[in-house]
């Protein structure tokens, strides 16, 4: 689960960290108001969606004037924002953040992340602030420093003055440093965090270190322990089907291809979204059902993949150990016969009753193509679908 970064810097400011004074606008009035507040000279309008890269894209933007807020206010509001990571369509501007203006002498990347090599939260710290770490990874990899922290130690001193060093901050600046690490862990722990980046992390001209920016990524299977982070969840920023999938407790992400996916088990569902990208067409989705999920579950995942609009064909890849293969035939069947069929469907089943799901779908009079393999049934869904185009 992801936010807002003016709900980042709350939480961070929880835990001591230091950001910028700003305040949240939902219409131009509240914007006006908000600079009023924070007295000026300078103001920074920040475009609030959940995507990186608003500043090259014109959402972030300084001005120096209550009038040139408003102004702001007024252009973003309801606008659409399109991003590097947006995609073409980009994504609506329903809230703002009036923050005030900062003093920039450096900017520093920072984030912290879990590790899964080493089971870990990791630092990641440059130099080259402002830019995307991608390009830096790419171009300049010496300007990338990472270290992790050893759970059964927590955080010490050595970790701090390890990012110090790397951002060649000493004095003052490094006892600040070696503070904003032992903080940004105590935050990533206590909340669950899975992603914690401040892009940029900033000295000010007064000699002070500032996270400019925050975006915050929470763990989704650790929600239940935070009904405050649950809160700040902001659906309008979701892909639809995706809100819908939670309900039922599916993985699922929306993605850009043709071909819809319903498969138990994540490894599975990476296997079959690849070998449909191996025989020329895209997946539409990922789609794990999980290892035991009911009759009404498998249901409400094909009308999830059925109401994407992009789908051309549904693939459906079934393995079941634990998932039994005429509980997924029940599902498909009964949702098939409530919504309708409009694309080719391609089922392959193995494992566990698979003889009874296999007879369940061949008694339903559907139009429905069996496979024998993963192969098979890659091959003849994507040519299913280039023949029904």
Known sequence: MNIHEYQAKAVLREFGVPVARGIPAFSVEEADKAAHQLGGPIWVVKAQIHAGGRGKAGGVKVVKSIEDVTKEAQRLLGSILVTHQTGPHGKQVNRLYIEEGSTIDREFYLSALVDRTTSRVA???????????????????????????????????????????????????????????????????????????????????????LCLDAKIGFDDNALYRHADIVALRDVTEEDEKEIEASKYDLNYVAL??????????????????????????????????????????????????????????????????????????????????????????????????????????????????????????AQKIVKAVRESA
């Open 123 to 209: 630092f990641v710290v440059s130099t080259a602030g402002g830019m995307e770490i991608e390009e830096v990874a790419r171009t300049e990899p010496e300007k990338i420093v990472s270290f992790s922290v050893d759970p059964a130690t927590g955080i010490m001193p050595h970790h701090g003055r390890r990012a110090a060093k790397a951002l060649g901050l000493t004095g003052d600046l490094g006892k600040q440093c070696e503070s904003l690490i032992a903080k940004l862990y105590a935050a990533v722990i206590a909340k669950d965090m899975s992603l914690l980046e401040i892009n940029p992390l900033v000295v000010t001209k007064t000699g002070q270190l």
């Open 256 to 377: 850009d291809g043709t071909i819809g996916c319903m498969v138990n088990g994540a490894g599975l569902a990476m296997a079959t979204m690849d070998i449909i990208k191996l025989y020329g067409e895209a997946p539409a989705n990922f789609l794990d059902v999980g290892g035991s999920a009911s009759k009404e579950k498998v249901s409400a995942a094909f009308k999830i993949i059925t109401s994407d609009h992009h789908v051309k064909g549904i693939l459906v890849n079934i393995f079941g150990g634990i998932m039994r293969c005429d509980v997924i035939a029940e599902g498909v069947v009964a949702a098939v016969k409530e919504v309708g069929l409009r694309v080719p469907l391609v089922v392959r089943l193995e494992g566990t009753n698979v003889a009874q799901g296999k007879e369940i779908i061949a008694k339903s009079n559907l139009n429905v193509t069996s496979a024998d393999d993963l192969d098979d049934a």
